[in-house]
């Protein structure tokens, strides 16, 4: 196999830089070193990710969690927008508000993902297209991460009655039921929480995402990554 060199300029913690060093795709895979780059990543993407989740302004402002919103959410919102601007306004800010309250749920399960990450997820990573490391890390915790925030995003949006303010003005609106299926007239606490979390999670991805294929390009460059 083709051998490439890694100019492996990844600074840890301490500030220590990794030399530059010449693998082959199968020994990077299998080496501590690969593995190490691409966790440290990860684990960057993330601690970007949970800084702007921590920050309510940072959250609002961040256009990739926007583009994570769910299409149910947005066509909602989209309604809203046309009968009840301030809702939509009140609505992110409470989600924003549900992502500082779960950002510390989200971290730890992403985190432990990353660890567990082995040398065939290495391998899949190198020889993939830009942003893999972060669609395994997603495959890994997707599901684990909505199902441990939901509950906590429930109970967020209670404390508002976001839920029956919405209701209330979409009332005589045959969106949700359309949105919802069948002849549902409005939208549940449960429901509306599955949609923010699905935003969270997905927007937290976002986050890694771009952060993984723009550090990429320095730390595995030389890989066509």
């Known amino acids: ?3 490439y060199i890694i100019a492996a300029s990844l600074i840890i913690g301490t500030g220590a830089i990794l030399s530059t060093i010449t693998h082959s795709c199968t020994s990077l895979a299998t080496s501590d070193l ?8 990860l684990l960057n993407g993330i601690d970007k990710g949970a800084g702007i989740y921590g920050n309510r302004e940072a959250f609002l402002q961040n256009n990739l969690v ?15 927008e046309k009968i009840a ?20 749920i989200s971290k730890p399960i992403l985190q432990n993902a990353v660890h567990s990450l082995n040398a ?8 993939g297209e830009k942003g893999t490391a972060t669609l395994i890390l997603k495959e890994k915790t997707s599901q684990q991460l909505i199902t441990a925030i ?19 003005a979409l009332s005589g609106s045959n969106l949700l039921g359309s949105l919802l299926g069948g002849n549902k007239s409005s939208v549940n606490a449960g429901g509306l929480s599955t949609l923010a979390s699905e935003q969270l999670v997905n927007g937290l991805f976002n ?19």
């Open 150 to 168: 939901s509950p906590k995003v429930e109970e967020e949006l209670n404390k508002y009655g976001i839920v029956k303010t919405i209701n209330t």
């Open 85 to 104: 601007p301030s809702l939509v306004k009140k609505e992110r800010e409470y989600i924003a508000d549900a992502a500082v309250f779960t950002v510390n």
């Open 1 to 3: 196999m083709k051998k």
């Open 66 to 80: 926007d583009k994570a919103l769910p299409k149910e959410l947005r066509d909602i919102n989209a309604t809203l």
């Open 120 to 127: 065939q997820d290495v391998t899949r990573i190198i020889q």
């Open 34 to 41: 690969g593995l190490s780059i691409i966790k440290n990543i």
């Open 207 to 225: 986050i890694i995402e771009d952060y993984e294929i723009q550090n990429s390009k320095s730390l595995l460059g030389p890989l066509g990554k």
